[in-house]
């Protein structure tokens, strides 16, 4: 058996690989606050990158960014009854405003809060309350805000990136004068985020609704983009929710109309997370490490220069040469980001380094290059053993196509993952052998995406849950209507879901 630089492997250890290559890339760590990770440099600028690319798509669709508090009253919440009963159970209380000296000489809270704060879990209500003042008149519509910013949901079970007590994302909100645009605007943010998902990080998403049990707690429709992992199992990797006057009711938000009566808004809200670092992750690396799509990459190329005495003065001149040529190329909007790597470990363990933290290209560079003009790149995507020899003169014109080529690449090589994993289910029987661990094997691998037909009662989802940890991930928005007979109950259905195992 080959050796792999990742240990377990994806197929001895999912779960356990997944947390070695993050260590691998070092992108992350866990911290000393249960369920809280630290977001190391080459991680965080893989987040930077995000931000930097979805930020213009907001700003292109005509949103703003703003900030609003951290902590949320906790009347606030309860003046919407779905949205609370959502989210009790993850909610960080704050009670005490000061900590003071206690008899034994610790330190014990004091200074009781007349009302609890919720530290943010989302913040559907404290902007809305905020919509409601900033909100008269339809000629105030629409407000199209977006903030960047962290939240806190109390989680039993964590994982780096796909789950964790705090996390940074993104949220959208916003009021519209009817029912409408707001849903053209739930709608056209959905698109936002598949197209990002497609196109940046190289991770195909089916695109859908939640059914009514799956919905954002006090949503009236929620749109979902699920992914695909390589164990299978269905990563949501954003979601945008269609509010209706619900939250516009319990916030007050209301403008006087083109007719001059007195109407609630029509709000929408949406979000990604960190969480798609962790889909990143899981959608692309191989058994030696992290694998990054390029155009989210943390940078594009590492040059590392193998010198000795005879050769520094020559190598180390001809590299930072290359280096800022190849930053002056404009990729995607954006200069090229290069790393020169002149640490003290040898050119074996650096080239180690770099495959386990996914840089798309390495150029190793030594006398023989720069005496001959010649220069060979390694691809990450091409289990970094395949290079590409060219003239150094032709590096510039050649670069963006190898990594737009790279991106295609990583797209086409999931979505055939997914396609390959994709089946439709008519039958009870197959539906749970589908889902059951063969031969006693891992019972967190399974089949796939199942598409099969639903009769639209929730009593069948709960049935599927208990019984296999199995939901509806979506009912995907390009299902055509076609009758069939629900794969559990045999009862009628129109269309087809997706079901599957999911994080």
């Known amino acids: 058996m080959a050796k792999t630089a990742i ?4 197929n001895e250890n999912y779960p356990e690989w997944y947390q070695s290559v993050l260590k691998g890339a070092d992108l992350s760590e866990n911290s000393a606050v249960r369920g809280c990770m630290i977001i190391k440099p080459w991680g965080y600028a893989i987040w930077e990158n995000i931000q930097r690319i979805l930020n213009r798509e907001f700003k292109r669709t005509g949103h703003q960014n703003a900030y609003f508090p951290l902590f949320i009253p906790l009347s606030y919440l309860e003046k919407e009854s779905q949205h609370v009963e959502g989210f009790a159970k993850e909610c960080a209380v704050v009670t005490h405003h000061r900590l003071e000296k206690g008899p034994n000489g610790k330190l014990i809270p004091a200074g009781e809060l007349d009302e609890p704060l919720i530290v943010r879990p989302t913040s559907e209500m404290i902007i809305g309350h905020t919509f409601a003042k900033w909100v ?14 962290n939240v806190v949901r109390w989680e039993m079970r964590t994982r780096m990136f796909l789950r964790t007590t705090e996390f ?3 949220e959208g909100h916003t009021v519209h004068e009817t029912s409408e645009e707001a849903d053209r605007e739930a709608r056209q943010m959905h698109k936002v985020y598949h197209d990002f998902c497609r196109d940046c990080l190289a991770m195909p998403v089916i695109c859908g609704e939640k059914t009514p049990q799956e919905r954002f707690p006090g949503a009236v429709n929620t749109f979902t983009i699920e992914a695909m992992m390589q164990d299978r199992k269905a990563l949501q990797a954003g979601t945008s929710h269609f509010l209706g006057q619900n939250f516009a009711k319990s916030c007050d ?6 007719e001059g009566e007195l109407e609630h808004g029509w709000m929408t809200s949406w979000g990604v997370t960190t969480r798609l670092i962790g889909g990143m992750v899981m959608a692309h690396s191989d058994d030696d490490g992290l694998v990054l799509p390029p155009r989210v990459a943390a940078a594009q190329l590492v040059i590392i220069p193998i010198l ?3 050769s520094r003065d020559k190598v180390v001149p001809f590299c930072e040469k290359i280096k800022s040529d190849i930053e002056k190329i404009s990729y995607h909007g954006h200069p090229l980001d290069v790393v020169f790597d002149m640490g003290n470990k040898t050119n074996s363990e650096k080239k180690w380094d770099w495959v386990r933290k996914g840089i798309p290209l390495r150029l190793e560079i030594g006398l023989r290059e720069v005496e001959s003009g010649q220069i060979t790149l390694a691809r990450r995507d091409k289990a970094h053993k395949d290079v590409i020899s060219m003239a150094v003169a032709d590096l510039d014109k050649k670069i963006v196509s190898i990594l737009d080529d790279m991106q295609a690449s990583l797209l086409k090589k999931a979505r055939d993952f997914q396609k390959q994993h994709t089946v439709k289910i008519d039958t009870k029987e197959e539906f749970y052998a589908f889902f059951t661990p063969k031969n006693g094997g891992d019972p ?10 639903w009769c639209e009662d929730p009593e069948v989802e709960e049935q599927v849950k208990n019984d296999l940890s199995v939901t509806i991930r979506c009912i995907p928005l390009d299902a055509p209507l076609e009758n069939g007979k629900c794969v559990i109950t045999g009862r009628p259905s129109k269309r087809r879901v997706i079901y599957a195992k999911s994080y």
């Open 7 to 10: 240990t377990p492997t994806r």
């Open 253 to 258: 938000v209301k403008f006087k109309s083109r």
């Open 444 to 453: 967190e691998i399974h089949g796939g995406f199942a598409l099969c037909h």
């Open 168 to 170: 940074l994302w993104q």
């Open 136 to 149: 008269e008149s339809y000629r105030d519509l629409p407000i199209l805000i977006n903030q960047w910013a």
């Open 308 to 310: 000795n005495d005879e």
